[in-house]
């Protein structure tokens, strides 16, 4: 299958600062990227789709302003947790898909703990 | 909306013994079906799939079947092996992009 690679797989930060996370498709281009969250040992809940070249998309319930997406080329999307809290501490993962594809294919994870 | 249900684990089995986990989703329209797996601390990977009606995706001993009449996607596994204990997902996929619906996912522990 495809391959999707999440960087960094662990970040620690102070409370305050803000850090990003990159979502890169290696082999196919990604007109479409998918970022979702997990609180430990629960399931996974969409945060936003974001298409290339345009606005994401957000779930209800899911800050805008303080969790940033960007969508600028076919290979690579961005999440930017601004102003970071302990209470943003999770896991966060996204996924690609391919115009018409059948599926979208995950990166690794990050764990983000914010002290 | 669109939901999955899955059973609620833990479930602990010895190994080789038959393991099965339970889905039922809701949708409109004609949903593909996933299971994912979750190694600890580790990302997503695919472990089968079906994309229509009385479609049966497998791999690595493990088998699901779509079926519409008990909107219904059990996993099976026949003979559970250590290597198995994970948290298991079942997912729903009602767009051609990739937005899936997650269950709340399973988790399995399998003891020697």
């Known amino acids: 299958g495809a391959v999707v690679s999440q960087h960094p797989s662990r970040v620690i930060c102070k409370s305050g600062t803000s850090v990003k996370i990159e979502c890169r498709s290696l082999?196919?281009?990604?007109?479409?990227m998918f970022w979702y969250r997990q609180f430990p040992k629960q399931s996974l809940m969409l945060m936003a789709t974001s298409n290339e070249g345009s606005k994401a998309t957000y779930e209800q319930g899911v800050e805008k302003d303080k969790f940033l997406i960007n969508h600028a080329s076919l290979t690579l999307s961005t999440l930017t947790v601004t102003s970071a809290h302990p209470e943003d501490s999770s896991f966060y993962i996204c996924s690609a898909g391919a115009a018409g594809g059948e599926e979208a294919f995950f990166g690794q994870g990050t764990r983000l703990t914010v002290v | 909306g669109d939901s999955v249900t899955q059973m609620e684990g833990p479930v602990t089995l010895s190994e080789e013994a038959f393991l099965t986990i339970n889905c039922t989703y809701t949708a409109t329209g004609y949903p593909s079906l996933f299971w994912y797996v979750q190694y600890p601390g580790e990302g997503l990977q695919l472990l089968l799939k079906a994309t229509k009606a009385d479609d049966k995706g497998s791999n690595k001993g493990f088998e699901a079947t779509y079926r519409k009449e008990t909107t219904s996607f059990h996993l099976e596994k026949g003979s559970v092996q250590v290597s198995d204990s994970a948290v298991y997902f079942c997912a729903l996929q009602t767009d051609s992009w990739g937005k899936l619906q997650f269950g709340a996912g399973t988790q399995v522990v399998v003891t020697p």
């Open positions: 082999d196919f281009q990604a007109t479409t």
